[in-house]
C-alpha cells in the first residue's frame, strides 16, 4: 500500500501530487498540523486595514446553533473518520494489539478490527454510503512487505466487518476525503500502475463484494468528487486538469508559471508565489472565473480538500500569543458565501476533515482532546 506521511506536516498546496517512489503513508493519525505565521490582518477577505482592534468573530458569534462536540483522547484513542458530531472510527492501542472501533458519545465502543500492533496496522480512506462505512487496512509483513485489502462495516447493523478483497494493487492515498469513492455500489480507488509508466489504474468493486475491475488512466490521476479526476503531479507550477470518467470531458485550469493549484469540480485554491514564499491564496472556478483572495502569505491550507462542501475553506494561522503552553496556532474558515473569515479555535494542533465534519485536537500527547464541527450545521 502506497501511502502519505504519518506525521503531522502541512501540506504544500499542489494541483494534487503523486507521492514519489519510496512514498508512505501513515493512515492511523492522518492529519495536517499547522505551522503558519503571520497575523489575522492577513486573511481580511477585503485586504484593507481594519479601522479597530476587533478581531475576527468566532464560530459561536456567527453561528451559535452550530453542532459541535468534544472528545477525549490522550494516548487511548485516536479519531480517524466521524459519521456525525459524535460518533466516530478510530484507534485505540490494547496490549499488543491495535483496536479499530466505532465510537459514540457515551456509548460502549464497539471493536471492528484488531490487529498486532507489531505488525504496523494502518487504516484509511474510509468512506460512507449510508449505514456502510469502507476502509483501505495496511499490514506489514515480517520481510517488511506492505499488504492492503479493502473493508466494509455495516455501522448500525453490528454485524462484523467484511472484507472486500486483497485484490487492491499498489494504493495512493493522498489524505483527501476523495482517496476512496463510493459510486454506483461500488467502490473505487486508484492505484500506481504496474507497467512502471507514467499510468494510472482506476479500481473498484462491487460493495455486496465480486470481481475487481480495472481501467487504467495515461497520467498520474487522483480521484476527485464522482466522477472526476485530477491531474496528480510532482506538486510544481503547470497546468491542472480535471477529466470525467463518464464523458471524457476535460477541464484544463489556467494557472501561471508562479501559482499551485489544487482543485475539485467546483473550485480551486491557488496559491501564489513571490521571492523566496508565498504571497497569499485565492479561490477561483477551475476555468478561472469568480476568482476571489482568501488569505495573505501568512495563512496556510490546513486541510487537502478544497471549500468543503463548496462553500468553506480551512485555513490556520499564528495567532501571535508566543506564550501559548503548546500551540498558538488558529483554526479559520473562510466563508465563500459571506466572504468573511470566522475563528473556529485557538491551540490548535492535528486539523481533518471528510465530508461535513471538521475535527482538531488541543493540547499535548497525554491531555489531547479532539473537538469536532458539523459544517452542514453553519446557517
Known amino acids: 500500500m502506497t501511502l502519505t506521511a504519518g506525521r503531522p506536516v502541512v501540506p504544500a498546496p499542489r494541483p494534487g501530487r503523486r507521492p514519489s517512489p519510496r512514498r508512505t503513508v501513515g493512515l492511523a493519525g492522518l492529519g495536517v498540523a499547522l505551522a503558519a505565521a503571520g497575523t489575522l490582518l492577513a486573511l481580511s477577505p477585503d485586504h484593507k486595514r481594519p479601522t479597530g482592534p476587533e478581531p475576527p468573530r468566532t464560530v459561536a458569534q456567527v453561528w451559535p446553533d452550530a453542532e459541535r462536540a468534544d472528545?477525549?483522547?490522550?494516548?487511548?484513542?485516536?479519531?480517524?473518520y466521524f459519521l456525525d458530531a459524535k460518533t466516530s472510527l478510530g484507534t485505540a492501542p490494547d496490549g499488543t494489539d491495535q483496536v479499530l472501533q466505532l465510537s459514540a458519545a457515551g456509548g460502549t465502543p464497539r471493536e471492528l478490527r484488531r490487529l498486532p500492533a507489531g505488525s504496523t496496522p494502518q487504516f484509511g480512506g474510509f468512506v460512507r454510503a449510508g449505514d456502510e462505512v469502507a476502509w483501505a487496512e495496511s499490514v506489514s509483513d515480517a520481510d517488511g512487505t506492505a499488504r492492503t485489502t479493502m473493508w466494509?462495516?455495516?455501522?448500525?447493523?453490528?454485524?462484523?466487518?467484511?472484507?472486500?478483497?486483497?485484490?487492491?494493487?499498489?494504493?495512493?492515498?493522498?489524505n483527501s476525503q476523495y482517496d476512496m469513492v463510493l459510486a454506483g455500489g461500488r467502490l473505487h480507488w486508484v492505484s500506481v500502475s504496474p507497467r512502471g509508466d507514467t499510468a494510472t489504474e482506476i479500481r473498484s468493486i462491487p460493495l455486496a463484494g465480486g470481481t475487481v475491475s480495472k481501467r487504467t488512466e495515461p497520467g498520474a490521476w487522483a480521484l476527485s468528487a464522482w466522477p472526476w479526476l485530477v491531474s496528480a503531479g510532482s506538486g510544481q507550477t503547470g497546468p491542472v486538469q480535471l477529466r470525467s470518467l463518464d464523458t471524457g470531458q476535460v477541464t484544463n485550469v489556467p494557472a501561471s508559471a508562479t501559482e499551485l493549484a489544487t482543485c475539485s469540480p467546483a473550485w480551486c485554491r491557488v496559491l501564489v508565489l513571490a521571492g523566496d514564499g508565498p504571497s497569499r491564496i485565492d479561490l477561483m472556478r477551475p476555468d478561472g472565473t469568480d476568482r476571489r483572495r482568501v488569505a495573505g502569505g501568512a495563512a496556510t491550507a490546513s486541510v487537502i480538500d478544497v471549500a468543503l462542501l463548496d462553500r468553506f475553506e480551512v485555513l490556520s494561522q499564528s495567532s501571535g500569543d508566543q506564550s501559548a503552553p503548546i500551540s498558538s496556532q488558529q483554526l479559520l474558515l473562510y466563508d465563500l458565501k459571506s466572504k468573511q473569515v470566522v475563528v473556529v479555535a485557538d491551540g490548535v494542533g492535528i486539523v481533518q476533515s471528510r465530508g461535513a465534519l471538521l475535527w482538531w485536537s488541543t493540547g499535548d500527547n497525554e491531555t489531547t482532546a479532539w473537538h469536532t464541527l458539523d459544517l452542514r450545521t453553519l446557517r
Open 71 to 80: 472528545i477525549a483522547g490522550g494516548l487511548r484513542y485516536t479519531p480517524l
Open 152 to 174: 466494509v462495516a455495516n455501522v448500525a447493523s453490528g454485524t462484523p466487518p467484511r472484507l472486500l478483497t486483497e485484490d487492491t494493487g499498489d494504493v495512493v492515498l493522498f
